[in-house]
T-cell receptor
Framework: DGGITQSPKYLFRKEGQNVTLSCEQN?????MYWYRQDPGQGLRLIYYSQIVNDFQKGDIAEGYSVSREKKESFPLTVTSAQKNPTAFYLCASIDGDSNQPQHFGDGTRLSIL | EDQVTQSPEALRLQEGESSSLNCSYTVSGLRGLFWYRQDPGKGPEFLFTLYSAGEEKEKERLKATLTKKESFLHITAPKPEDSATYLC????????????FGKGTKLSVKP
């Protein structure tokens, strides 16, 4: 079945450490997105990419970085500069333009050790 | 300011007790309104897309409607398995589009 796979499901970060969250899709979608979800808040956009080797900052990009070397993969790195990284991170992709719904993975929960 | 507001924040129903969830929006140039269901520890699961006022979509016990200012998700005779958080998202604006998510309504259905 086609879909979006996020790994790991749970991740722990130590002080000063960078961690990378994986997102892989086999839907052949061009555009991919990373969101952060905190309790009581709507999903907030971190980064998005509409094509390989190109990506744009979202509303809360500070302390995060991404790459898009392959169409299927859009990893997110949470750097040590992100002082409040504890959250649920969701990756999504879309077939076509923004008139279409986004398809989501099952998320990665990141916590601080 | 472009906004999407969902109400209520939480809703408790008895099994079989029908109700509605609300998603109100203030954006320019609506491109589409999306409803999702999210279970704890999972990603949002797509339910419906609505594109223009007057449009309606149905799936099992759920029916989504759209006006120029808001959307309703009607739940008819809910079952405990309908318990989840329901998210609304609005796509609007120019060619690239923008997407705003509401904070969600947490629905609990008791047997």
């Amino acid at each position: 079945d086609g879909g979006i796979t996020q790994s790991p499901k749970y991740l722990f970060r130590k002080e000063g450490q960078n961690v990378t969250l994986s997102c892989e899709q086999n839907l052949n979608h061009d555009a991919m997105y990373w969101y952060r979800q905190d309790p009581g808040q709507g999903l907030r956009l971190i980064y998005y990419s509409q094509i390989v080797n190109d990506f744009q900052k979202g509303d809360i990009a500070e302390g995060y970085s991404v790459s898009r070397e392959k169409k299927e993969s859009f990893p997110l790195t949470v750097t040590s500069a992100q002082k409040n990284p504890t959250a649920f991170y969701l990756c999504a992709s879309i077939d076509g333009d923004s008139n279409q719904p986004q398809h989501f993975g099952d998320g990665t929960r990141l916590s601080i050790l | 300011e472009d906004q999407v507001t969902q109400s209520p924040e939480a809703l408790r129903l008895q099994e079989g007790e029908s109700s509605s969830l609300n998603c109100s929006y203030t954006v320019s140039g609506l491109r589409g309104l999306f409803w999702y269901r999210q279970d704890p520890g999972k990603g949002p699961e797509f339910l419906f897309t609505l594109y223009s006022a007057g449009e309606e979509k149905e799936k099992e016990r759920l029916k989504a409607t759209l006006t120029k200012k808001e959307s309703f998700l009607h739940i008819t005779a809910p079952k405990p398995e309908d318990s989840a958080t329901y998210l609304c998202a609005v796509s609007y604006g120019g060619s690239q589009g923008n997407l705003i998510f509401g904070k969600g309504t947490k629905l609990s259905v008791k047997p």
